[in-house]
């Protein structure tokens, strides 16, 4: 009965980072090993001092609908963050706290895009963002950053892509799949050419901002020249291993963040209680959480790396933040291990799904056909493991 489906819904790609999860998850539950590179959420514990708040939440009763931007303690929490951390100034009425940073996004996709927009977007992207343009009917137009440059776009290829009918420009930094990581330089070269489009918006996805190798974040929300015209997506899941809270947040110009409230009302009303008063512990208590988490984090990139070497064939940028590597696997593509003919990174999946039990996400979901990403958001045992089983399994294939 597809066919009476509406065309938004037949016209959504499914998330190819949901689905290998699960088909790992279903895998799993049969009993076979399967090491799950997959997903993208840290293996820690949410931090004890963030459950006791929620536990006192409970206690505390708060269970009645809260305010549809959120708590005016969690906008207060979230303007101090902005502060203390990024020098950035937006005021709680700026703030809108949504169920996750894909939530966030929706909004300000959904506030902004009208039909046949463009949204200039850097390949390799996350999944949903091109779902989310596509559900607001407006037209992505992608384009590819360079492994050999790790991945970055130029500010050439920004200024060549926009057109009159160009509506945002959407960035993430540090990068899910590819780590990449833009400096304030870079991203104040990019700020320039937005400057001169006064109708094109910059949608920045901070979501791994605290999950950095390469020293202070930066924002291209820094920039007084184009500050009314970006938009900030970040949240608690990432830093404080809060995936399952499900507690984003975006900062934008107030008139925007009034018509994503006026949306979210009508979709959500708002987040859960309890997870935004576990958020405000979050942003306002003991930060030591996320230096050890990050710490962690930095040692599991390197052994990934060191291990990725000792596989021929294989080729991958340095990432500077995110907890992924994003290898390029192209020089596999026509081999065989004599019944599986591999011919892109989604056979290339497969396989070692298959042979290694391995699980990983094909390089399509995020627009760069000739790359996996992989997850080193596990323990340091299972990632060497892991990169033992893909070097047995590659090495069949001839």
């Known amino acids: 009965m597809t066919d009476s489906l509406s065309y938004r819904v037949n016209n959504l790609a499914p998330s190819a980072t949901v689905a290998m999860n699960q088909k790992s998850n279903d895998l799993k539950a049969k009993g076979i090993d399967i090491i799950n590179l997959s997903v993208g959420e840290p293996d820690f514990p949410t931090p004890d001092h963030i459950k006791n708040a929620a536990k006192k939440a409970i206690d505390n009763n708060y269970s009645y609908y809260p305010p549809v931007p959120g708590y005016p303690e969690l906008l207060r929490a ?4 902005f502060k203390r951390e990024n020098n950035l100034d937006f005021a709680p009425e700026q703030i809108v706290v949504s169920t996750g940073a894909k939530n966030s996004l929706a909004n300000a996709i959904l506030a902004l895009i009208d039909k046949d927009d463009e ?6 992207y996350w999944v949903t963002y091109a779902e989310l ?10 384009i590819n950053g360079s492994i050999d440059n790790d991945f970055k776009v130029t500010p050439q290829q920004i200024e060549k892509a926009i057109t009159p009918k160009t509506k945002a420009f959407l960035l993430c930094s540090p990068n899910n799949p590819s780590g990449t990581f833009y400096n304030k330089e870079e991203l104040e070269a990019i700020a320039r050419v937005i400057e001169k489009h006064p109708r094109v918006f910059v949608i920045t996805d901070e979501i791994y901002e605290h999950i950095n190798f390469t020293g202070r974040h930066e924002s291209i929300g820094q920039f007084d020249f184009i500050k009314d015209r970006v938009v900030i997506i970040n949240g608690v899941s990432k830093a404080y291993a809060m995936t399952g809270w499900r507690i984003g947040y975006m900062a934008a110009p107030l008139w925007l963040a009034k018509a994503c409230i006026k949306l ?8 859960t209680t309890i997870a935004q008063r576990a958020a405000i512990e979050a942003l306002m208590g003991d930060q030591s959480c996320v230096a050890e988490m ?7 990139r390197d052994l990934v790396l060191n291990l990725i070497k000792e596989i021929p064939g294989l080729k991958t940028s340095v990432p500077g933040g995110a907890f992924y590597v994003f290898p390029q ?4 593509f026509g081999k065989s ?4 003919t591999i011919k892109s990174s989604n056979d ?9 039990h391995l699980a990983t996400v094909p390089g399509e979901a995020f627009g760069e056909p000739t790359c996996i990403r992989i997850s080193f958001a596990t323990a340091d045992e299972n990632l060497t493991e892991a990169m033992a089983r893909m070097k047995h399994a590659l090495a069949l294939l001839k």
Do not use: H
């Not at 696997?329 to 596999?332: A, F, K, L, N, P």
């Open 78 to 81: 979230v303007s101090e963050k």
């Open 119 to 124: 949204v200039v977007i850097p390949a390799p």
């Open 133 to 142: 343009v596509k559900l607001a009917e407006g037209k992505n137009v992608v």
């Open 264 to 271: 979210q009302g009508q979709l959500i009303t708002g987040a």
């Open 294 to 300: 990050n710490v962690a984090f930095k040692r599991r």
């Open 329 to 332: 696997v192209s020089s596999y």
């Open 337 to 340: 291990d004599g019944v599986n």
């Open 348 to 356: 290339l999946c497969l396989y070692l799904l298959d042979k290694a």
